[in-house]
């Protein structure tokens, strides 16, 4: 079987390839790449090749399919998976496992295996370690988010503080109160969803961001006054003078301070807004191995400051997203602003940071330009299929939906 796929061969060298697949071994299962979103983190490893610690030494050579967070379809099962799989199932798999003890990564490592392909192989280990996972989803984009909605969950987890016994106790702080700083990115987006519906609930939520667009569409999509109703203070502002953020909670300062912005002054603003026992969460990930930030060690003796950092995250994380989307109470599509085809993935991860809005999400089977469906209404006086998708989305909030990505597919 051929496939369509964009590998990676070394630093900025990507390539859009049409290539043979192996034949499907017994234990292999194949599938079909509907849609992958692209993450952060790709443009990262785009930008470093073989430098990258899960990019083989020889991709020069043995190029690696890019992207990690997509949903498929099984089109071929092995006969060793017969019992357990069929044609037709909807299929997610989370990347940033050691499958074999080691780095190897889907969407970092693999050549037969990765988001942006129209056909994957999934290969024995992936499936023997039960990482190939069925989703009952009524659409793609959505299973495609899984991914980075679990990594934005685990973030969640691995905050902590202490106990009468100075135990520690993983997570954010029940009815605590919790800052989001440079929170109106994709992920950011995510971390408010979650922090509003997830299990663990705090009694205020501040999310900042420099960027005022981003920051009055985050407002209109989480409403203050709805997030009130259960109980939840939850603010958006651009402040970022650390006495005015501790007043949003009565100058005692933040138990969870979650940083969306690999930049020194956001750690060191984090550090200075903590409160006694306080959790500082650095989620985002750096390009440079030596970044760093000045903080207030006297605080980590005295008032119990302290640091958590997260990459990725589990199986059992993916579960409970998988939860709270089934039960309608997380939205992923909140992330979503650009829409493109197969033809668009080079540019769009090559340009990744310069790109405004939040998730762009790939949809393999079709050429499309990147777009933003903010433009869908101007768009649709040149083509009516934009005009209709602008309908469609006009009509969910503004927001990419299983009704936009069922004509996208059909019409497109």
């Known amino acids: 079987m051929k496939t369509k796929a964009v590998r990676l061969y070394g630093k900025e060298d990507l390539r859009l390839e049409e290539f043979e697949l192996s034949p499907l071994k017994q234990d292999e299962i194949r599938i079909k790449i509907i849609a992958d979103s692209v993450c952060m983190s790709t443009y990262k490893t785009a930008k470093q090749g073989a430098a990258h610690m899960r990019v083989p030494n020889d991709v020069a050579d043995n190029p690696v399919i890019i992207g990690h967070e997509f949903c498929a379809q099984i089109v071929e099962v092995g006969e060793k998976w017969k019992d357990k799989y069929s044609v037709g199932e909807k299929v997610i798999i989370p990347p940033v496992l050691d499958y074999l003890g080691g780095v190897d990564t889907i969407g970092y490592s693999f050549k037969e295996i990765g988001g942006v392909s129209t056909y994957s192989t999934v290969y024995s280990h992936i499936i023997e370690n039960g990482y190939l996972m069925k989703i009952d989803s009524d659409a793609y984009f959505s299973a495609s988010l899984i991914e980075p909605a679990s990594c934005v969950l685990r973030g969640y987890k691995a905050s902590y503080h202490h106990d009468e016994n100075q135990n520690h106790v993983m997570g954010i702080k029940k009815g605590g109160s919790v800052a989001i700083l440079a929170g109106c990115g994709p992920m950011g987006l995510e971390a408010i969803d979650i922090a509003l519906h997830g299990d663990v609930k705090p009694s205020t939520i501040v999310v900042t961001d420099l960027d005022k667009v981003r920051l009055a569409r985050a407002k209109s999509i989480f409403r203050p006054d709805v997030a009130l109703k ?10 970022s003078d650390p ?19 690999p930049v020194s002054k956001v750690v060191e603003l984090a550090d200075k807004i903590l409160g006694f026992d306080g959790c500082l969460n650095f989620f985002a990930g750096p390009t440079d191995k030596n970044f760093s930030a000045n903080f207030n060690f006297y605080d980590v003796h005295y008032a119990r400051h302290h640091v958590a950092g997260t990459s990725g995250s589990t ?8 939860r709270l989307i089934g039960e309608r109470r997380i939205n992923p599509a909140v992330m979503i602003t650009h829409i493109g085809g197969i033809d668009s993935t080079i540019n769009t991860t090559l340009n990744l940071p310069t790109i405004p809005g939040g998730k762009k999400l790939i949809y393999t089977h079709i050429d499309l330009p990147l777009t933003a469906i903010d433009d869908f209404g101007y768009l649709g006086s040149i083509d009516p299929r934009f005009a209709i998708l602008g309908d469609i989305v006009a009509n969910n909030n503004g927001l990419w939906c299983a009704e936009a990505e069922a004509y996208l597919l059909e019409n497109f």
Request: proline residues 3%; hydrophobic residues 40%.
């Open 315 to 322: 199986p059992e994380d993916v579960r409970d997203i998988i």
């Open 230 to 239: 259960d109980g939840i203070n939850l603010i958006f502002t651009d402040e």
């Open 243 to 261: 006495e005015s953020l501790r007043a949003y909670t009565n100058g005692k300062g933040f138990d969870d301070v979650f940083v969306y912005a």
